[in-house]
Each structure stands twice: as C-alpha cells, then as structure tokens.
C-alpha cells in the first residue's frame, strides 16, 4: 500500500487524507527508506540539490505573547531579555551578505509597539539600501497589522515566517493562552498574502495529544493555502514553561523517535506540496547532530546558520540544548558548508533561493 501511495505522488497525483495519514504513520526501517528516498528524488527534481542559506539574526527575546511552550514567553523571570540595536542588526546582516548568503532571517520575540515597528522598518532600509537589494530579507517577527506588514515590505523585505503551530483548535487552545486566537493567525497569514511577501509557515510536531490525523491536517492546510516556505520543528519542552514542566527532558529514544518524527513531516510535506522551500531547523539538531543534514537528505531544502553574536545566543533559548549558542557566526558558516558537501549537495552562495513555488505563482 505505501508502494502504491509513493508511486502515485511521484506520478503527480493528489493523495487523500488517509494516505498522508498513512505515510506519516510508517514504522519500518525499509519503508522509511523508501519515503525518503522518494521524498529526494521529489526534491531534486523540483528545487535541485542545492541548499540555500539564511543568516539568522536573533535580534530580540523581548515578547508581548506567553505561548506555553516557549522559553523566551513574557512570564519566564529566568530570561535576560534584550534588544539589539539598529547598527547590530545592520552588521549582522551585512555579515551575512559578505558571507555570501544570498538571504537573512530576521526574528524575534513579538511587539506590536511603534518605536519597534519603526526601527525594524529603518533598518530594512538601510541593508536593502546598502546591498541594492540583492541581500534577501525575510522577517519573522509575529503577528501584526496589514499596514506593519506592508511597510516592511515597502522598506524591502520580501518574505515573512509566521509558524501557526498547529491547525487543530483544540490543540492550539491547549498550548496558548485563551487570548492568542488561531483565527487572528490564520488572518495575519492571509494579510501577508495581499501584501505580496512569500509566505512561510508551519507546525510543531510531537506536541503532548497530537495525532498523525493531526499532522496529516496541518500538511493539507499549508497546501490549501498555498503557501510558499514551510518551517517546521519538533517540539522539544524548555524545562521554564509550562508544558515543559509537565513533560520531563527527553530520553534518548524520545530524541530518536521526536527526529523521526520531524523527518517523515519534512518528506511527506515534500511529497505533497513538492515545488516550495522547506528548512530543516536548527531544532532537528538538537535532537541528533546531523538532524539538519538528515533533513535536506529527506526532502528539505533551506537551512537558516545563525549569524547572531555570539554573547546573544544563550539569551534566546526558545527550547532546551539549543545548539551552535557558543559558536560564532565564521564557525558556523565553515561548518554547515562542509557538512552540506559531505551529502553531495551544494550552498546556493550568492542565490537568494527563491522558492519555485512562488516564481510559478506570481508568474500567472
Ligand atoms: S513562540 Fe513566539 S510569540 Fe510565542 S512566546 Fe515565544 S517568541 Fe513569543
């Protein structure tokens, strides 16, 4: 049956529900091969074998939400909160720019507040100005009005990530506060879609009570809404929240197992949504040291190097044992590039690495 459903995906056909549910649900080591072999095989003909870079800049763990899963939510006492400034993230970026990768992330904690909301627009500025922007720049920086989103995409930002976590209302009601809404999400997900940003999303997988129907549901929604990106990530608990209190640190078969998980996500998104941007997140190597290269080899195509300083890394732990925080940005970029060869793919340098899916949508 898994045979059957593989070869029809890779034929191009539409697979149902029960058959993504299927696909997530496989155990067997062969089985598993043959999803991500399949997955690859997807990819390389949809995107190439190339892995596009994106200097992230983690450039505030200042957060107006309390999402109960993550370290940097505005009740954790134990965080040292901070905020870069402008000329911080400028050099940062412009690190990333001379270090030929082609894009920069830049993330942080959410505030919806004027005086942030202009100095992330000035910036913009500025390293668009200075790169002639050819530095691409994609923000992630919450939920915020369509008139935010559109001056930032005015001042030359292009691509905007807003994770929704998961589509299950009782689930997200579970792991959010009563007054964080999956419809105010779902509406700044559409917001960014008029504004004309390639839009990323995506979920956490292995949440406490989440199913494989779940899952199959969240890859379907992000295909109904045709979205560009996609960056996922297993859920790992940080032992300051609430859920992470109530979850005790993984074991080593829980890292195992949450891995397998995050990587049968990555290539079933692959397979079903086949021509979008994928990343393997960082977060996939705290579960096993070559979790990212585990990811391009099953269906991911984007990997985001942390570009922030270095003093700055430990301050944003959004999950525990977060990886690469006492490395810097040089070390960072000579490690990933070497691991990336030793899978027989390339770095897109230079490429802002746009995805497919968005050339092909925006060329109708
Ligand atoms: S997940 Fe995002 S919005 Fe929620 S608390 Fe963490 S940084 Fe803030």
Redesign the pocket.
């Known amino acids: 049956m898994v045979d059957d459903i593989l070869k029809r995906a890779e034929q191009g056909c539409v697979l149902h529900r029960e058959e993504v549910v299927e696909l997530l649900s496989i155990a067997d080591a062969d089985l598993l091969k043959k999803l991500y072999d399949t997955a690859y095989r997807i990819k390389e003909k949809q995107v190439g074998r190339v892995a596009y870079f994106r200097g992230l800049i983690e450039c505030s763990?200042i957060?107006?939400?309390?999402?109960y899963?993550?370290?940097?939510?505005?009740s954790n006492e134990n965080v040292e909160r901070f905020l870069m400034d402008e000329d911080e993230i400028y050099r940062e970026a412009i690190w990333a720019y001379e270090a030929e990768y082609g894009s920069c992330v830049i993330q942080?904690?959410?505030r919806q507040d004027e005086p942030f909301i202009a100095m992330i627009e000035r910036t913009v500025k500025r390293i668009s100005a200075t790169t002639g922007g050819q530095l691409g720049i994609t923000l992630s920086l919450?939920?915020q009005t369509e008139k935010t989103y559109q001056r930032w995409k005015d001042a030359g930002a292009h691509r905007y990530l807003l994770?929704i976590?998961t589509t299950n209302p009782q689930l997200y009601a579970q792991i959010?506060p009563e007054d964080?809404k999956l419809e105010t999400r779902k509406e700044c997900l559409a917001a960014l879609r008029r504004t004309g940003y390639q839009v990323g999303t995506g979920v956490m997988m292995g949440l406490p009570g989440q199913s494989m129907g779940d899952l199959a549901d969240d890859i379907l929604f992000l295909k109904s809404i045709d979205i560009d990106m996609v960056g996922m990530g297993p859920y790992i608990p940080h032992t300051d929240t609430p859920m992470g209190k109530a979850v005790p640190p993984y074991t080593e078969l829980e890292n195992k197992q949450a891995l397998t998980l995050g990587l049968k996500m990555i290539a079933v998104t692959r397979i079903v949504l086949k021509d979008v941007n994928i990343a393997a997140a960082t977060a996939l190597q705290a579960l096993e040291y070559t979790g990212r290269e585990q990811g391009l080899r099953c269906g991911a195509n984007v990997i985001m190097p942390n570009v922030t300083e270095t003093d700055y890394r430990p301050k944003y732990q959004?999950y525990d044992n977060k990886p690469c925080t006492d490395e810097n940005s040089t070390m960072c970029r000579g490690c990933l590039s070497g691991r990336i060869k030793g899978i027989g793919e390339k770095v897109g340098f230079n490429e802002r690495g746009d995805s497919p899916h968005f050339q092909a949508r925006t060329a109708e």
């Open positions: 763990n957060c107006i939400k309390d999402c899963y993550c370290g940097i939510r505005r942080a904690g959410e919450g939920e994770r976590e959010h964080h959004l």
